[in-house]
């Protein structure tokens, strides 16, 4: 076998951890990050409104948006901010179309019930990108469709959505995208000029490598200027928190201080890396190094390599009785690897994800790990059942 993995290294660079999160989200975040909370930070002074005017600049720079785009930040988890865009940007009388192949896609259509909004659900099989001709023939279909809401990185399963195919056909339908961009922005290029959309969000905790607590949307300004009293929720309404940033630069109700200024010193470190180039590529060969390793142990991928993103990946669960996915995990987890059940319906998954403070040199320590933890559990042959292979 190689040789250990070195947890001590690991410790060096990401503080105190005695475990990697591989996992959706939180993340595994750098000691300079944690070391960036060490502060604590008035809200209505002038250095804490500096800090939240620096990170909507730079999220919004990441994101290609210029003048024509604004970052609102918002407390809260991911959900959250995908709930505040949505409500909103959506009116009361409007009728959205979502697309959904995951957990993440379905959650927006949750959302559209509790707000007692119209919305029309495009679904495709979990192991599939979404169905862009569908979409055009709903929006041909019906003109009462006023907006369009996708998914980047369907985090359920890794796959990686046709965004570009999607912006083009609701921009020539001429109506407005919505983007849940949660785990793909900041790792993978996205342009909201280029694509075009109305709107995206993500939040601190993923790709940016940031802590959790806070999210952000970047809206078009102009589209943002005419949803005053659209929202349903109070605290959640992105045009009032917008309009009183501009007007007195601080947030409305308590910011998570903390967080954002967390999120400032890893908008640093992104920036350091290459920015969104420099961080897609370390995942992008993460991922390499994982679905390489795993392969050659036998497991196997539950998406065809075309649509798997670089974020996180789906894997099979071997057929073999003596495995247990609880026990695995425990397992693995002992070693110093927190990885991810599956949320599948189709078969039987595990997921690993690729993304955070993390390089390559963890990934093999990770395989290594693996590889023994089979030999423990006494799995010696890690290939799925014949039936639930989807991929390959
Ligand atoms: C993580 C994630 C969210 C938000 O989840 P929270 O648990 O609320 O932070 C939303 N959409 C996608 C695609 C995600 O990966």
């Not at 995951?102 to 495709?124: P, Q």
């Not at 099979?316 to 059940?341: H, M, N």
Request: aromatic content about 6%.
């Amino acid at each position: 076998m190689a040789a250990e993995y070195d947890v001590l290294a690991r410790a060096g660079r990401t503080g105190e951890n005695h475990e990697f999160l591989l996992t959706p989200g939180p993340l595994t975040t750098s000691k300079a990050v944690k070391a960036a909370m060490q502060r604590d930070w008035g809200s209505w002074d002038q250095p804490f409104i500096d800090l939240t005017t620096g990170i909507c600049e730079s999220l919004s720079g990441m994101a290609g948006g210029g003048d024509d785009f604004v970052c609102v930040p918002i407390q809260g988890s991911g959900t959250f901010a995908v709930e505040a865009m949505l409500g909103t940007m959506v009116p009361r009388n409007g009728h959205c179309a979502v697309l959904v192949n995951g957990a993440y896609g379905e959650r927006i259509v949750k959302i559209f019930d509790a707000m007692e909004r119209c919305c029309t659900v495009l679904r495709s099989p979990e192991t599939d990108a979404y169905d862009v001709a569908a979409l055009e023939q709903a929006l041909i279909e019906d003109s009462s469709i006023t907006h369009v809401a996708a998914v980047h990185c369907e985090t359920t399963s890794g796959v990686l959505n046709p965004l570009d195919a999607i912006a083009v056909t609701t921009a020539r339908h001429g109506r407005s995208l919505l983007v849940d961009a949660m785990s793909s922005f900041a790792a993978l290029p996205i342009d909201v000029y280029a694509l075009p959309c109305d709107g995206l969000v993500s939040s601190a905790n993923k790709c940016i490598q940031g802590v959790p607590g806070m999210g952000f949307a970047i809206l078009r300004r102009s589209a943002l200027a005419a949803t005053k009293g659209n929202a349903h929720s109070l605290s959640l309404d992105l045009h009032d928190q917008w309009s009183y940033m501009e007007k007195s630069g601080r947030w409305r109700f308590t910011p998570p201080t903390h967080a954002a200024a967390a999120l400032a010193a890893a908008i640093e470190e992104h920036a350091n890396e290459g920015g969104v180039g420099g961080r897609g590529g370390r995942y992008a060969s993460n991922h390499l190094v994982l679905v390489r390793g795993m392969r050659e142990i036998g497991f196997e991928t539950l998406l065809a390599d075309a649509i798997q993103s670089p974020i996180i990946t789906a894997f099979l669960e071997p057929a073999d009785p003596r495995f247990s996915f609880q026990k695995f995990y425990d397992l693995l987890a002992r070693r110093g690897f927190v990885i991810y059940p599956g949320k599948l319906t189709v078969a039987p998954t595990f997921r690993i994800g690729t993304i955070g403070a993390i390089e390559a040199q963890d990934i093999r320590g990770l395989l290594e790990a693996v590889k023994a933890v089979l030999e423990e559990m006494g799995v010696r042959d890690a290939s799925p059942a014949r039936e639930t292979t989807a991929a390959q």
